[in-house]
């Protein structure tokens, strides 16, 4: 059987339970903002920002993995495969405050996906990096990350909150490479006193 470039793998706790990273970079997506899953499956990210009160488009080529969200309050699904050459299946000047990418890798789609983050959103991408072939699948080193490649992907349209890429023993042994990255609001913040005001990203959450 080939690989593909969904990258199925037992998320830590079941399969429904978020990703540790995700649920780690969550609090710096604005309350209430939109949120694109993509490659959604079957929905573990976009029940869980559902339940946050955010209003989600889960996007996979899979329909039937998506009928497992049918009239879940909050979440539009949308099947598309996103490999086939075919346009883009969201409106062009949809922009989401974040963009959620786990177990997938199909490079052309970095650029589109940037483009997608409103001002002020939030990518946060987790998926197996260089290195996985020798712990097992995916092997294939079209679905592997290179040694920093998603800090390239990203600089320099993204400020980089937080990025990691090396060895994880549990739940599965894997190699791992994962980033949250934000699309900065272009206007400072001014005080009442006049006091420019950097952005803060809470890394203690």
Same mark, same amino acid.
């Given at each position: ?53 955010? @209003? ?9 993995? !998506? ?5 879940? *309050? %909050?979440? =539009? &699904? +949308? ?32 650029? @589109? ?9 939030? !990518? ?5 990096? *260089? %290195?996985? =072939? &020798? +712990? ?70």
């Amino acid at each position: 059987m080939s690989e593909s470039t969904v990258l199925a793998v037992e998320p830590p706790g079941g399969a429904l339970e978020p990703s540790r990273w995700v649920k780690r970079w969550s609090h710096l997506v604005a309350a209430g903002g939109t949120v694109l899953d993509v490659a959604a499956g079957s929905g573990r990210h976009s029940r869980w920002f559902a339940a946050r009160g955010h @209003r989600v488009t889960a996007l996979d080529r899979d329909a039937a993995a !998506l009928a497992a969200m049918a009239g879940m *309050a %909050g979440v =539009e &699904t +949308v099947t598309a495969d996103l490999e086939d050459g075919s346009r883009w299946p969201l409106p062009a000047d949809s922009r989401f405050a974040a963009v959620i990418v786990t177990n997938y890798l199909h490079r052309p789609l970095f650029p @589109r996906l940037i483009d997608a983050l409103a001002p002020g959103g939030v !990518l946060i991408y987790e998926t197996f990096a *260089a %290195g996985n =072939e &020798t +712990v097992g699948k995916p092997s294939n080193p079209a679905f592997l990350l290179a040694p920093g490649e998603l800090l390239d992907a990203v600089r320099p349209h993204l400020r980089v909150v937080a990025f990691q890429d090396g060895f994880l023993a549990t739940p599965r042994a894997a190699f791992v490479q994962r980033i949250c990255a934000v699309r900065e609001v272009e206007s400072p913040v001014i005080e009442a006193k006049g006091a420019v005001v950097p952005p803060r990203y809470d890394l203690a959450s």
